[in-house]
């Protein structure tokens, strides 16, 4: 671009667009309209450019008009594939919108759209490395102590093991005891209690309903005074 196009950009093309685009272009998703008028100015710039390419005289007005139509109709300076749901375009075209995970949901401050979404299940990651640790300590064991393990795993009881290895019940408990020892050598103190402890997120998911439960009782209807004392201070 010559300076002289840079120039016309800068005086005469960019304030019609930064007066024009806040009163008659309509943010789509996340966007501003700082940034409407950013991508507007980008995309005169490019057919300012383009003009002088060609050998053509850059009409400020024209371009300006031209830039500002573009950013309506859902096209920007990186883009105008309306086929992609992230598109500006594509939100025009069949009424969407992008909202954030942290969105309340139903008006629910406590609840977000990212809590009602989330998924049950362990992350994927964690079960493939709690398997790699585990596979790692059943290695450390012997084999009767590994096949206890095993067949503990497919539900047998400590009486159906002891009848398995021909030995006594009490001495299948004291082996279910010295594994358990070498569990919390192996991976720490604490595995035991993780193992069947709930997630975090799940706690705080579960805990944000119960109070949205709560919150939505009649304290009326509870037939423990205390109960509702404790409702009636909590929430009001």
């Given at each position: 671009m010559s300076p002289s196009a840079a120039l016309m950009l800068e005086k005469e093309i960019y304030p019609i667009i930064r007066n024009t685009i806040p009163r008659t272009v309509r943010p789509m998703g996340c966007e501003d309209p700082e940034e409407l008028v950013q991508d507007a100015t980008a995309s005169a710039a490019e057919m300012v450019e383009a003009m002088e390419r060609a050998g053509k005289k850059p009409?400020?007005?024209?371009?300006?008009?031209?830039?500002i139509q573009r950013c309506k109709s859902g096209r920007r300076s990186y883009g105008d594939i309306r086929a992609d749901v992230m598109s500006p375009g594509f939100q025009l075209d069949h009424e969407n919108a992008i909202c954030s995970m942290?969105?309340?949901v139903c008006g629910e401050e406590d609840l977000t759209v990212g809590d009602a979404i989330a998924s049950k299940s362990e992350d994927t990651a964690a079960k493939v490395l709690r398997q790699i640790d585990w596979d790692a300590f059943l290695e450390t064991l012997d084999?009767?102590?590994?096949?206890?393990?095993?067949e503990l795993m497919l539900g047998f009881g400590t009486g159906d093991i002891a009848r398995l290895f021909g030995i006594t019940a009490p001495r299948i408990v004291q082996?279910?005891?010295?594994?358990?020892?070498?569990?919390?050598?192996?991976?720490?103190?604490?595995?035991?209690?993780?193992?069947g402890r709930e997630?975090?997120?799940?706690?705080?998911?579960?805990c944000l309903r119960e109070k949205n439960e709560w919150k939505h009782m009649k304290i009326d209807r509870l037939d423990d005074p205390e109960q509702s004392n404790i409702a009636q201070a909590m929430f009001g």
């Open positions: 009409l400020p007005h024209s371009i300006a008009y031209y830039s942290e969105d309340p084999s009767r102590k590994r096949r206890i393990v095993e082996l279910k005891r010295e594994i358990a020892e070498e569990i919390r050598n192996f991976m720490g103190e604490e595995i035991l209690v993780d193992s997630s975090v997120w799940e706690r705080d998911i579960r």
